[in-house]
């Protein structure tokens, strides 16, 4: 069991928006700053989004980070194939900790 | 480009110790506000963060692994390690070791290591 929550698995088109949401608590992304990762099958996690919602260099802007109280989002837009996946977000609660995982079908 | 790179035995038998050492080449591993840590993935799950050390010896454990985990660095050979003590089948997983920055944001991986506990 996560401390972070997220759905197991999302899908849409190619083309169409998604969303992943995180859910915490006030010990986690309620007072820290949340980074999203994607893992595509076979490799090492890469980061998309740090401090809630900025992209490090070479992460395109269809991707996109928020938080909201202890909740925190990651959006991807103009879905492409590619961008199939497991997406996880982390954060710190006394040590780091990181969601399930959500697996991205684009179909 | 910063690279770090996971070396260690894959396989481990059950009650012993396992033991990594992840290199990092093209920038110190003396950084300031940079953190190195290890994080592992069973087969088939999730993440989950085993803990992390500055340059200066500080280190951060996960509370779930504290008792058998111990992480340390070695600045003259810009490498830092991890310690599992008294493994099981359950702590068979790719292990990674990545850095990450004052707010916990992972930005440069290592490829990760399969280590799998049998007899």
């Known amino acids: 069991q996560s401390v972070l929550t997220q759905p197991p698995s999302v899908s849409a088109a190619p083309g169409q928006k998604v969303t992943i949401s995180c859910s915490g608590s006030?010990?986690?992304?309620?007072?820290?700053?949340v980074s999203w990762y994607q893992q595509l099958p076979g490799t090492a996690p890469k980061l998309l989004i740090y401090?809630?919602?900025k992209r490090p260099s070479g992460i395109p802007d269809r991707f996109s980070g928020s938080k909201s109280g202890t909740s925190a989002t990651l959006g991807i837009t103009g879905l492409q194939t590619g961008d199939e996946a497991d997406y996880y977000c982390?954060?710190?609660?006394?040590?780091?900790?990181f969601g399930g995982g959500t697996k991205l079908t684009v179909l | 480009q910063l690279q770090l790179q996971e070396s260690g035995p894959g396989l481990v038998k059950p009650s012993e110790t396992l033991s990594l050492t992840c290199t990092v080449s093209?920038?110190?591993?003396?950084?300031?506000?940079?953190?190195w840590g290890w994080i592992r993935q069973p087969p088939g799950k999730g993440l989950e963060w085993i803990g992390s050390?500055?340059?200066?010896?500080?280190?951060y454990y996960n509370p779930s692994l504290k008792s058998r985990v111990t992480i340390s660095v070695d600045t003259s050979k810009n490498q830092f390690s991890l310690k599992l003590s008294s493994v099981t089948a359950a702590d068979t997983a790719v292990y990674y070791c990545?850095?990450?920055?004052?707010?916990?944001?992972?930005?440069?991986w290592g490829q990760g290591t399969l280590v799998t506990v049998s007899s």
């Open positions: 050390i500055y340059y200066s010896g500080s280190t």
């Open positions: 982390g954060t710190w609660d006394s040590s780091g900790v």
């Open positions: 990545a850095r990450h920055d004052d707010y916990y944001a992972s930005d440069y």
């Open positions: 401090e809630n919602n």
């Open positions: 093209g920038g110190s591993i003396s950084s300031s506000s940079y953190y």
């Open positions: 006030s010990s986690n992304i309620g007072n820290n700053y």
